[in-house]
């Protein structure tokens, strides 16, 4: 019976000396070496959970230890981001207030189908985050200092917008010629035979309807090709990804040196 019993607690002993250490977790590792802006939401959301079971590993195997005087209390540990040390609430600010861009489609210039390769990529949409809000593209670049690129992305917009406005305006236009067209076929059914000249009149009015349908379908065709036109456009932004991507680290790198210095 003892013998059974020592054999037990030794079992349960080396299961509990087996506990695996969070802060050793490979994938954990891996994305700590990443900075955030290269960290997708996936990351990210597992690098935290990580690193607060981590603290939580180190404070309970740390209990009856001497701390090293030099050592920085865990409430002050930092984290680096673009070589800069943050600490946490400077990080939360930090996350508060960075730029983001999130692409949403891709255009592809060229495909080859035999290696199944896109050539010629240009990515065609992105979305601008401050923190975790949404913004225009005329608010990204006045945030990031960019005056002109912002007047000229609101530009861009309110042009398309035209397209658009027009497009309905020329359509409902369209419509109301060729409405009137129908209206004067339906008065010339009430030509009577006694009306002089019957068959000039009765001609005359029925090209005349059909000038005016004519008139009306061309600029009711352009009005829906102008607010698809302007539809299509309103899907893109102004400025292509490269850009907004390098603009988006410049002003970043600058707010990470200004929180770091508070």
């Not at 609101?154 to 406005?165: M, P, Q, T």
Request: charge should be neutral; proline fraction near 2%; charged fraction near 25%.
């Amino acid at each position: 019976m003892i013998k059974h019993t020592t054999s037990l607690i030794l079992l349960v002993g080396f299961a509990f000396g087996q506990i695996v250490n969070p802060c050793e977790d490979e994938r954990y590792l891996q994305i700590k070496n990443k900075s955030f802006d290269d960290m997708s939401e996936r990351e990210y959301s597992y690098f935290i959970k990580m690193d607060e079971e981590c603290k939580r590993f180190e404070q309970n195997n740390s209990v009856g230890k001497v701390e090293n005087q030099n050592q920085q209390p865990t409430s002050t540990k930092k984290e680096s981001v673009n070589n800069f040390s943050l600490t946490d609430n400077q990080l939360k600010e930090f996350n508060k207030r960075k730029l983001s861009i999130e692409i949403v489609t891709k255009g592809v210039g060229s495909f080859n189908t035999q290696m199944g390769l896109a050539v010629g990529e240009s990515w065609r949409k992105w979305t601008a985050y401050i923190g975790f809000e949404k913004i225009s593209e005329e608010q990204f670049f006045s945030l990031a200092g960019y005056k002109d690129e912002s007047l000229k992305a609101k530009g861009f917009r309110n042009k398309h917008k035209g397209f658009i406005v027009g497009g309905i305006l020329g359509s409902i236009f369209g419509l109301s010629r060729i409405g009137t067209a129908m209206g004067i076929i339906d008065d010339r059914s009430n030509i009577g035979f006694d009306t002089p000249d019957y068959r000039s009149v009765y001609d005359a009015e029925g090209k005349k309807a059909d000038g005016i349908a004519f008139q009306g379908s061309v600029i009711f065709g352009l009005g829906v090709g102008s607010i698809v036109y302007g539809s299509i456009q309103l899907g893109k932004n102004w400025a292509p990804y490269a850009t907004v991507q390098g603009i988006a680290e410049e002003y970043n790198n600058k707010l990470i040196k200004e929180i770091s210095n508070k």
